[in-house]
Each structure stands twice: as C-alpha cells, then as structure tokens.
C-alpha cells in the first residue's frame, strides 16, 4: 500500500533535426546539440582546392527562403560542376555559392546518396554534422551539389507541423528516422520539423541563411530600411515568418513550450509497437526515453513501455484529476506504469479510464508527497494530505475496506475506526511482508506446532485466543500456525 509513483515526469525525449547546416554569416538554431550556446562562428575561408578539384563546397548555407507558398527545390539547377572557375571569397571571409558535382567524389553511405567531402573543404562548425569517412565528412549529394545555395524542400513533418526534407544519411536524422515521415521527401529523406515539438524551439532545419554575396559585394540594403518589423503569427501555431523562419508554438511569458499540449499529436503512438495488456501504452526505442524517466517505466522490445497520453504530447501533458483512496485528491495514470500496476487491485478507478487508477497526491501513511501530481506541467494538488488514522493503540492504521484484498478482510477487524474501514497492522501495509517464522504449542491440546508470528491487531477469535500463544513471537504478537490443527488446511497466515 506504500509504493506509488514517483516518476517526475513521464516526458518523452527525441531530438529532431539537431541543427540545419549552415554557411558564413549565418546564425544557427539554438536547439543544435553540437552547439549549445545558440551561435555557430563563420567558417573561415575554405584553403585552395588540391589538385584536380576546381571548385571546394563552400558554406553549404540553407539559402535565401522564398515567400510562402512557394516550393523550396531541393538544388540549385545552375550548380557548379568541376572545371569552373573556384569559389572567390569575399571581404567578410564568405565565399560565393558554388558545388560540385558529386559524382567526382567517393560515395560514403548505404542509406542514401552522399560523398566524402575532404575534411578541409567542411567548414568546422558543420563538421560534427556529418559523419566521418576516410579523410572527411559524408555529406549528402544535394548539398554537394548545391554547395551554399542548398534550399532543402519543404514538407509536412510530425503533427502535420511544417519541416525540411533532410537526407538518412545526416546521423540525426538516420537516428529518428522511425519517428519522421517520409511525406513528400525522396526515399533517403525524412521531414524534419521546423520546431521541435518537444522543447517549442526551432529544430535548425529551416532557419533561413543569407548566402554571401559574390566577390565581397555588399549586400543590398532591405526595401523597407529593416523598420517594418515582421507580422506576428495570428494562428497559435508555427506560422511562416517574413525572415524565412517559422515561428515557435505557443509559449509563456518565459518563453517556454506551452503546457498542457492541446493540438494535434506531436507524435502517433501507433507508430511503435503496443507495450500492456490494458492497452494506452506503447513501445518507445530506449534511446528516445530519458534515463531518469526509465526507471520508472517498463521494459519492452528494444525500449520502454510509455502511456500514449505522453507520447502523444511528447511529455506536456496533465492527468485528469480523480478521488482517491479515503476521498484523497488524486491523478488518473496509466496501470501500464509498474508502480501503479502493483497497486491496480487497491487503488481506486473512480473517474479514470478502464486502464487507469487514481493515484493520490499523498501517502495516506505518511502524507508525503508521491509525486502523482507533479508530472510533466501539473500546478500540482489543490486540497490537503488525507493521512488514514491510526488504531489498535497506534500499531495499525484505518484503511478503506474497499483498499483491502476480499482475501484479508476476514482476518481484519474495524477496531476504533470508522464505518468502511478495517484496522490494518502496520506491518501489514506492506503488501510484500511476511511474518517471522515462530514455534508455540496449542493450549487445549498441548500440541506443538511451528508457525507465523501475527499481530495481536488482527482478528484471532475465539478458538485462536484460547489456543494460540506468544511463542517465540515478540511481544503482542501470537504464533499462528501455518496450517489448521483441525483439519489440517493451510491457514493463510502471512509468511506461511
């Protein structure tokens, strides 16, 4: 009757996208995870191409986004092919978007089309982006080819959000293909949404880079002199912005993800496997689940078991508030959760699904909290501890009869406590314990036996008060046997 959850949060943790490749002068997406402060550093001018390669992959920026509305092609149809005159740089370090032509180069992935770009030719704050070859990076074909003006085209990703089609075999991406769609993309692409649905912070995929103007011309200036600031979003959601970005979801005032989630699903649970019998519950691949929420969940094939009303959120999600045992404040949460499937046959349903049960806010023993009402964004509980009183001079507690297996109520009394309630020892709150084996010998028929030591709490009746004794019990306990004297049945006494 002790254990309850005590998960913190439930929260699903993916990482979508990581960060989109950029060129000089750009700024990246803070939610890249090789570049945790926010800010990418301008790539410094690639060294002179090795001999026999004209022309170098410069910047490989994201490009110029096009109004809304418009397709994004996925390379630029006048990309640069070996032969043509190399990149010049310009005053500001940049170099002019040109590629190459990937069929120049060795292919480097099973997944997908992409060539080892020589290691000098990558710009170091895009290295960690892709993965190692020999002697390089493997960098997806598209991007070869396009070199900086690379525009990656548009698509809807999780939730129907908007994304970029980004190649498998980006690592990222490759890691949570399972969790991406394919929608309009080539067969070696997935879209990666342009927020991520998790933290409501831009995923880097679609964050617009200016390329860098030719022979170190200055860029020309903005038509409206950059007063006019762009429009906010009217919708709530990730609503395309004048500057090429998308904007975030819904936040507060702190600039965090709103929560509760109320909007589409962020991710399908019937994308993986279902993990319980009772259902609401699937499969989640153990990468995607936090270490620190594992603990608290069930294993499954290659992952863990995590109710759907989480992964549907991705973790901003509230429980529905229930009465709990002793008209305890409580959460609906899922039997499927380990903690609460142990105490399914005590905790009540009340007003939660078939495959809920309503965990209380406070240990009824302790009035500590359990942690049920603070997952994900809860405000947590609104009414006080219910602690269940103590009787039998302070060595049990009154627990709800309906809290009490059928099995045991007939070797319970009410005691001093209230109507629908039985005197519970405390040892035996404790669904795991078992009493210490003892050895007595029975009054009326000097005959003797081995045993269990029991609390004088529970009830004896009349044959047992007159027969059993102490033993080598301590005190207020008696030793009872472990099977009937009489007629020679098991008795059911814990610890038999």
């Not at 926010?38 to 910047?59: F, H, K, R, S, Y």
């Not at 620190?292 to 863990?304: H, K, T, V």
């Not at 973790?315 to 105490?343: D, K, Y």
Request: aromatic share 4%.
């Amino acid at each position: 009757m002790r254990v309850f959850p005590t998960s913190r949060s439930l929260a699903v943790l993916v990482l979508l996208g990581g960060g989109a490749v950029t060129g000089c002068g750009s700024e990246a997406s803070p939610a890249m995870p090789s570049d945790p402060d926010g800010a990418l550093e301008p790539p410094p001018p690639p060294p002179p191409p090795p001999p026999g390669v004209d022309a170098g992959l410069p910047g490989m920026d994201t490009g110029t986004r096009p109004p809304p509305g418009e397709d994004v092609p996925g390379s630029r149809a006048d990309a640069v092919a070996p032969g043509n005159d190399a990149p010049r740089p310009s005053t500001d370090g940049c170099v002019a978007p040109m590629g190459v032509d990937p069929a120049g180069l060795p292919s480097c992935c099973e997944v997908g089309m992409a060539r080892c770009v020589p290691e000098s030719f990558v710009p170091a704050s895009l290295a960690s982006q892709f993965a190692t070859c020999m002697g390089g990076r493997c960098v997806p074909d598209p991007i070869v080819r396009a070199g900086a003006s690379f525009m990656a085209r548009r698509c809807m990703s999780l939730g129907m959000a908007e994304g970029r089609c980004l190649s498998l075999c980006i690592p990222e991406v490759q890691t949570n293909r399972a969790l991406l769609p394919m929608d309009v993309c080539a067969s070696d692409e997935r879209c990666v949404p342009c927020v991520n649905p998790l933290t409501g912070r831009p995923s880097g995929a679609c964050d617009a880079r200016e390329v860098c103007p030719d022979a170190g011309a200055p860029p020309p200036p903005p038509t409206d002199g950059g007063a006019t600031p762009p429009p906010p979003p009217t919708d709530g959601g990730a609503a395309p912005r004048t500057d090429g970005g998308v904007a975030p979801p819904p936040a507060d005032a702190g600039g965090a993800p709103m929560c509760p989630y109320t909007g589409p699903p962020l991710l399908n649970p019937d994308m993986f496997p279902p993990c319980c019998l009772q259902g609401g519950a699937h499969c989640l691949p153990m990468a995607l689940v936090p270490p620190e929420q594992a603990a608290s969940l069930a294993r499954c094939a290659g992952g863990y078991c995590v109710p759907d009303d989480f992964i549907r959120t991705a973790g901003r999600f509230v429980p529905t508030t229930c009465m709990s045992l002793g008209g305890a404040e409580g959460r609906c949460l899922s039997v499927c959760v380990p903690q609460v499937a142990a105490q399914m046959s005590r905790l009540p349903q009340s007003t939660c699904a078939a495959n809920q049960r309503c965990a209380p806010c406070f240990d009824p023993f302790t009035g500590m909290p359990t942690s049920a009402c603070r997952q994900s964004c809860d405000p947590g509980p609104t009414r006080p501890p219910v602690v269940f009183p103590r009787c039998c001079s302070g060595r049990g507690r009154c627990v709800p009869t309906s809290a009490v297996p059928a099995a045991s109520r007939m070797s319970l009394e009410r005691r001093d406590c209230t109507m629908d309630y039985l005197c519970v020892p405390e040892e035996n709150l404790d669904p795991a314990f078992a009493g210490p084996m003892c050895r007595g010998t029975l009054r009326l028929l000097g005959r003797p036996y081995t045993g269990v030591c029991v609390s004088t709490c529970t009830r004896l009746g009349v044959i047992g008060t007159l027969t059993l004794e102490r033993g080598t019990c301590t005190p207020d306990h008696v030793c009872a046997p472990c099977v009937n004297p009489l007629d020679g049945r098991p008795t059911g006494a814990p610890g038999c």
